[in-house]
């Protein structure tokens, strides 16, 4: 069965781990599809990973649906999530309703994801059918109101507060909550709370699942890496390691050979290197 709200409630309730990923385009949807991710999440760290900036504040709704498409061509099937970028769903909540539809109408996505404890917005937007995952601790639309992307929930007022932003998700629908750079213990706290799945992002093992930037798994950045992120594969420095080569082979004119080339149609094809033959007589 294809994976939906519901695998997020039974698999909370089999006390089976959640794995989410960000994407962004259609190859590493692919990707994240294939390896058997239950959700993935179209995050607008996009801003940041993919395109550049410092923040995810700058990332609009057009850009999202745009990722959401792609993401959506490349992994059929998969259970998909879009996220709501700053000032979609901050100024109103009949805007916010009509940004959130678009990315189920015109994106092909089956959830949205927004940051906050804007529990009244995701009553509405439950009550008309459409999935959200909510998102609390370190918010990164909040960045500057924050003083930095800085962990959160810390003091015991903090967390208690995140506790009751949570509880009031959760009444208001939400299938799942994001909780990003908290203490675990909180986290945890919070997991047996609700009934929606918790999804952690550097908040521990007792989250029902985790979120990760697929950038920061991948080894695909220049620059910072989260300490709550781990690297399963150095792909910038491959990439870069590549590149040189082929710009080596380009400027000592050991790319193209004849097989990279087009021929003419009375031409004879290159003659293949022989393979040497195996002798497997006993
Ligand atoms: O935008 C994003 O990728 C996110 C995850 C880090 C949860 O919000």
Redesign the pocket.
Known sequence: MPASVLTFAEKKRRHEKIVVL?AYDALTASLVHAAGADAI?V???AGMVFAGHET?LPVTMDEMLYHTRSVVRGARGAFIIA?MPFLSYQCGHDEAVHNAGRFLKEGGAQAV?LEGADAGLVARLVSIGIPVMG?LGLT?QSVHALGGFRAQGKTMAAAARLIEHAKALDIAGCFAI?L?CIPATVAARVTETVAAATIG?GAGIACDGQ?S?INDLLGLSTGYVPKHAKQYAHFYDEGLAAIRTYVDDVRSGAFPQAEHSILTSDEPPAAKPETPRVDTTP
Do not use: F, M, Q, R
């Open positions: 960000t999440l995050g607008d760290s995810t996220d994801k998102h990164p994001v990003e992002i979120v930037v």
